[in-house]
T-cell receptor, first 116, second 112 residues
Framework: NAGVTQTPKFRVLKTGQSMTLLCAQD?????MYWYRQDPGMGLRLIHY???????AKGEVPDGYNVSRLKKQNFLLGLESAAPSQTSVYFC???????????????FGPGTRLTVL | RKEVEQDPGPFNVPEGATVAFNCTYS??????FFWYRQDCRKEPKLLMS???SGNEDGRFTAQLNRASQYISLLIRDSKLSDSATYLC?????????????FGQGTTLQVKP
């Protein structure tokens, strides 16, 4: 039982390049989330999904797109990377409210992205 | 005003000390409350949920004051291994999408 996994762990991009971050969970969770974490800013929600085939914008969605084609996977895309997107990206998942451990979010190990 | 505010610290304490962190939240309709722990360059992990009646888990005690809209975390008999960043987390959303709001964290450094 791997929990939440993220690939890649590290990446360096040049401005304007694109990339996709992959998040996978094996806990059969309905909800999945992408956050970015910057010094002094805490975790900020980029996009989230409440089920397969659904996505919604979070607090800081500009410059990112997401897809949830399969329940266990949540992809985060950067179409044209900018230096302001240099950050640590965390994926998380949680079960439905009232089920299991409800609100608890389980996090992946993070992806450290640098955009030059 | 930020939705969840914490004193970023750092709090530097000796082993064995008792330390307390406070956190305030702005939305009085908030549903649930948590403390997460984040070690350096690692992912956040749930430390404990915070219940209206307060709850204790070993050396850790969490309390909620809905009237004043603040949450506290008390750590007794601090260990070196308690050194980490502690995130105050709130679910302010009445329709449950599972979304949470994270404070920026309070850094604790326990010294020998």
């Amino acid at each position: 039982n791997a929990g939440v996994t993220q690939t890649p762990k590290f990446r360096v991009l040049k401005t304007g390049q694109s990339m996709t971050l992959l998040c996978a969970q094996d806990m059969n969770h309905e909800y999945m989330y992408w956050y970015r974490q910057d010094p002094g800013m805490g975790l900020r929600l980029i996009h989230y999904s409440v089920g397969e085939g659904t996505t919604a914008k979070g607090e800081v969605p500009d410059g990112y797109n997401v897809s949830r084609l399969k329940k266990q996977n949540f992809l985060l895309g950067l179409e044209s990377a900018a230096p302001s997107q240099t950050s640590v990206y965390f994926c998380a998942s949680s079960s439905l409210a009232g089920e299991g451990r409800g609100d608890e979010q389980f996090f992946g190990p993070g992806t450290r992205l640098t955009v030059l | 005003r930020k939705e969840v505010e914490q004193d970023p610290g750092p709090f530097n304490v000796p082993e064995g000390a008792t330390v307390a962190f406070n956190c305030t939240y702005s939305n009085s309709a908030s549903q649930s409350f948590f403390w997460y722990r984040q070690d350096c360059r690692k992912e956040p992990k749930l430390l404990m949920s915070v219940y209206s009646s307060g709850n204790e888990d070993g050396r850790f005690t969490a309390q909620l004051n809905r009237a004043s809209q603040y949450i506290s975390l008390l750590i007794r008999d601090s260990k070196l291994s308690d050194s980490a960043t502690y995130l105050c987390v709130v679910n302010p959303f009445p329709s449950n999408t599972g979304k949470l709001i994270f404070g920026q964290g309070t850094t604790l450094q326990v010294k020998p």
